[in-house]
Nanobody, 124 residues
Framework: QVQLVESGGGLVQAGGSLRLSCAAS????????VGWFRQAPGKEREFVAS????????YYADSVKGRFTISRDNAKNTANLQMNSLKPEDTAAYYC?????????????????WGQGTQVTVSS
């Protein structure tokens, strides 16, 4: 079973950028779809972006489309989320998750393995 660790969160001014990484501990990472989700205090966890197991299909929430880019590098067992033009409403804890042979679902229930999360705070 793949183990996931997120990194790259921090404090940034509105309009700035951050790059989040999701590192897997085993080489079977190439068989998993990867999703990014976020949760702000007092709000439900929401879908951000995903990439299917083949790496050929990506999906984005409307709120981040055109600003965020998801990618994966199977040789390095990592998935990344490049976040540009950040807004205060992007402030949340961000989590990566893995779904074996998945298609990049927007539903968090389809992902069987989760990282511990990394905090992103965007100031105005």
């Amino acid at each position: 079973q793949v183990q996931l660790v997120e990194s790259g969160g921090g404090l940034v001014q509105a309009g700035g950028s951050l790059r989040l990484s999701c590192a897997a501990s085993v080489g079977s990472f190439s068989s998993y779809a990867v999703g990014w989700f976020r949760q702000a205090p007092g709000k439900e966890r929401e879908f951000v972006a995903s990439i299917d197991w083949s790496g050929h299909n990506t999906y984005y929430a409307d709120s981040v489309k055109g600003r965020f880019t998801i990618s994966r590098d199977n040789a390095k067992n990592t998935a990344n989320l490049q976040m540009n033009s950040l807004k205060p409403e992007d402030t949340a804890a961000y989590y990566c998750a893995a779904d074996r042979l998945g298609s990049g679902s927007r539903n968090s229930d389809n992902y069987e393995k989760w990282g511990q999360g990394t905090q992103v705070t965007v100031s105005s």
